[in-house]
């Protein structure tokens, strides 16, 4: 948990798929209510990642999160983001199946994913395998959820995680003291 980095330079080798399926088998002993296991997974990689990356710049564009880019500028960004969407292995995009329209189920469904994500990040460092968790407004774009072939009506997006053996391990980002962020409660009074 503490050596575990975000990786954002990879090497071009891909892992291979029995050892994903492996870790994310291992991912899936994840905490999940009535035993859901709510976890999709959609794994962009070889070909399909330009295409993919491309459909996310069309919603930042969309979002006006390039509105700052003149046309140059834009062309530019794009042959960048496509650059960085090629130079990592694999793209893992994973949602899940609404339940009841963004209530406490969905909620809880979407928390086990995230026990199922972070699982994978730990399993997968293990193994000398980086990832980065991403997740954006672009999660929430209805055009983008039907470009990738899912219904917004009926799918939840939950991040996209970038996977591959680290080109280079960024320094350790220190935390605050925990103890900070805990209240002990002892007496019958304390609420
Ligand atoms: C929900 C979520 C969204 C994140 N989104 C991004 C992102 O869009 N870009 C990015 O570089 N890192 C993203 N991160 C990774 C964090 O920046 C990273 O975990 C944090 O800086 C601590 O670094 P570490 O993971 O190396 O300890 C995200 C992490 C989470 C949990």
Known sequence: ??????????????????????LFNHAAYAPNHH??????????????RSAFGEKIVDSYIRLGLLKTLNEEKLKK????????????????????????HGGYLDDENYAAVCAFIQNFQLVA?????????????TLLDKVFIRDIGLSPEQHRLI????????????NGKERTSIEDSIEWKTEERDI
């Open 159 to 170: 991040a996209v995680l970038q996977i591959g053996y680290p080109n280079k391990i960024p």
């Open 35 to 48: 035993m859901k296991e709510p976890w999709k997974i959609k794994i962009y990689e070889d070909q399909s």
């Open 77 to 100: 960004a794009r042959q960048s983001y496509d650059r960085f969407f090629t130079s990592v292995p694999h793209h893992a995009l994973f949602y899940m199946e609404k339940e009841d």
């Open 125 to 137: 460092w293990e193994k000398g395998i980086g990832t980065m968790w991403t997740a954006k407004p």
């Open 1 to 22: 948990m503490r050596q575990r980095r975000t990786i954002l330079d990879y090497k071009p080798d891909k892992v291979e798929r029995r050892l994903l399926l492996e």
